[in-house]
């Protein structure tokens, strides 16, 4: 059995689309479907109905998705073993972080890795927490920064510390250096990066048990548009402080703490590959990064 088609039929019967497969792995569609049909073919069986919604599994299909995870699992570790037996271990790294911590721990990281283990190839990603955590699981990500200590069968969590929160204005809003209460944000048009589908974003997840409802008025994706929006005037962003220097360096903005918000700060790293000298290097390196951005 040719396990790229393993791989490309387990993506595409997990995610439940060729589309949302093709995303996940950045393969052309048509490359997928092929690739999907000649694995149908040498098995001899139909593996995967396709509808106008995305796919359905066939009984056959199940059989062989209950499997394949483990096979293609099995295959990572072993791989991943025989290469660190060399002199000079040689891996391939998938790391993911949240937008605003990317900027901030990256660049260190590729540098220590660089200057200790030549050999390892890191693939950074930048995503929110559920996006992580799935990656994680789907073993796409080797380790992510993620806001949940929770682990799981096949994810080991570590909480490295919290990160403060602060809020961003525009110039002459006449800010203090500290909020003490979250009641001093409401009735302020607000500015939050979130990539959940559900639309709620992490400022309203952690402030939900307040019972207050704040005036969410945009919701972006990227760190960079929503300081944009700030510096418009048309509201003021909740950010971690790792985003914090971006805004600094736009000029016209205010920067106050935001007293008893914090983002809990947790490196999650899959079990199959957890005790890997590489994984454990770029693991303690990033986790000592963390610490000290913290």
């Known amino acids: 059995m040719d396990l790229r088609k393993l ?15 093709s995303e996940r792995l950045r393969t052309a569609q048509p490359a997928l479907s092929k690739s999907v049909q000649a694995l149908e073919r040498s098995l001899g069986v139909t593996l995967l109905v396709r509808h106008s919604k995305g796919v359905d599994v066939t009984e056959a299909g199940a059989m062989l998705l209950r499997h394949a995870g483990d096979i293609l699992a099995l295959c990572r570790v ?5 290469r660190e037996q060399a002199s000079e ?10 937008p605003t911590l990317a900027p901030c721990l990256y660049g260190d990281l590729c540098a220590e890795v660089a200057a200790v283990h ?60 500290e909020i003490d209460r979250l009641e001093d944000l409401l009735g302020r048009p607000l500015v939050v990066t979130t990539r959940a589908t559900s639309g709620r974003s992490w400022f309203e997840e952690v402030t939900r048990r307040s019972g207050l409802v704040f005036d969410v008025r945009w919701r972006v994706e990227s760190p960079q548009v929503a300081l944009d929006l700030v510096a418009r005037g048309l509201g003021s962003a909740v950010m971690p402080a790792s985003g914090v220097g971006k805004a600094t360096g736009r000029g016209a903005v205010e920067v ?3 007293v008893g918000l914090r983002l809990p700060r947790v490196l999650a790293s899959a079990k199959g590959r957890w ?17 000290r951005l913290l």
Request: charged share 20%.
């Open 118 to 177: 030549p050999r390892v190839r890191l693939a950074l990603h930048e995503g929110v927490g559920h996006e992580l955590w799935d990656d994680l699981h789907a073993e796409r990500l080797d380790l992510a920064v993620i806001g949940s200590t929770v682990g799981s069968d096949r994810i080991v969590t570590d909480l490295v510390g919290h990160e403060s929160v602060h809020l961003i204005a525009p110039g002459g809003t006449g800010l203090p250096a």
């Open 78 to 82: 072993v791989e991943a073993e025989v």
């Open 7 to 21: 791989a490309h039929f387990h993506e595409v019967a997990t995610a439940g689309s060729f589309g949302r497969a």
């Open 275 to 291: 005790a890997h000298p590489s994984v454990s290097f770029v693991r303690n390196t990033l986790r000592r990064l963390l610490v």
């Open 256 to 258: 106050a703490r935001v």
């Open 89 to 98: 271990p040689a891996a391939d790294i998938a790391v993911g972080v949240p």
